[in-house]
């Protein structure tokens, strides 16, 4: 968009598109007092034009008065989402409604190390990783290049070999031990694949202590109290739909906000996807409870839009739900309703998935089978569902009913 305009006329731009998002009348008229209230700034500065220094300044202002108490938090994070907005519908011309971070993560200064680290980023997305081994390899290499950084290191190839080491060791402060396999498995990925980082490589540990804890799964008076919570209208239809997917299923909370309309195959009664940790196609059967509750979320409850994704959120604007957190929250809050697991028990969809896969192994069904319909591309990743088949294991005891028993007593 041509930056030479006049504020008042790109605020009236802004605010129009805002009203196609079907904000509710309070939030509108919220953004209209903002914008008002940044036209004063630029009138006082003699400013009637939009420029990226304007919303510079502006932003800067907001923050003089938060740090001096004249504004709260709720206050700032509007103003500075408001002033993004503009910011972003001059670069893009389109609203896009997201979070905006005002905490940016601190990184590197060293050039070097900005460069590898991008282009490190960037092959990642080139190779098509997910989302999820994204994220975590940026904040897991821009965790290392900073204790390089802050302990004189510039550049990989000056960097002594003993600093592989002593940033794991800095890790065990906020890490656990078993949390630092994930850790490892990102930085070697990194070295390997940055100029310079062939010698520190074999520095970064390869035997790491795994912990194959028991997962937690619901009892059987836990399935029956959520099992009958979910045919009442405490449970808004969107969220049954959610738990019974998972519940049936077993699919990851990404992969079910990630669904959309056009992986409903109402004829064949299947769902198809694209598993986004492994990025691999997935086809499942569309069973008559969770047909039935889709169907009637679609046609009774799903806000009338043309947005391609199945789950959107009850409120305007209506977009997909954002992250799996959104789905942490409905189990949560589920649970809480069917009167389970009010304390510090395990939750989220997680919980509902190892139940589900916990009991189509009781129910006979292979592991392989099982390893396909919860997206584990290492089969051994589902063996160790079998410690939660109690009669199962219980078949697999020894009887030591007939080996002589010699009871001796304490000398």
Known sequence: MHTNILLE???ERVLQELKKLELCTELNYQYRRTYNRLKEFAKKRNMDFYSLALIRSFLADIEQ???AGRIGTSRR????????LLRDYVENETIEWKVYVFNPKLMPTSQEFLLLYSRFIDNLKFYGKSKNTIQSSKNLVRQFLLFL??????????TPP???PSFFQHLLATYSRTSIQTVASHIRSFLKFAEGGERLHPLVPSHCTRNNPIIPILTDKEHDALKSVLRTQKVSLRDKAIILLSLRTGLRAVDIIGMKLEDIDWVNDAISIIQSKTGN????????DVGNVLSSYILNERPKTDNPFVFLRSLAPFRPLSDHSVCYAVVRKTFHQAGIRLGSERKGIHVIRHSAASRMLSSGVPVTTISSMLGHSNKTSTDRYLATDTESMRACAIDLSGIPMLCKGLT
């Open 9 to 11: 006329k790109l605020i």
């Open 65 to 67: 008065k938060y740090v």
């Open 77 to 84: 994070n509007h103003l500075r989402h408001a002033s993004l």
């Open 149 to 158: 950084e802050n302990n004189d290191c510039e550049t990989l190839s000056m």
């Open 162 to 164: 003993e600093m592989v």
């Open 281 to 288: 196609p997935f086809k499942i059967p569309l069973t008559a």
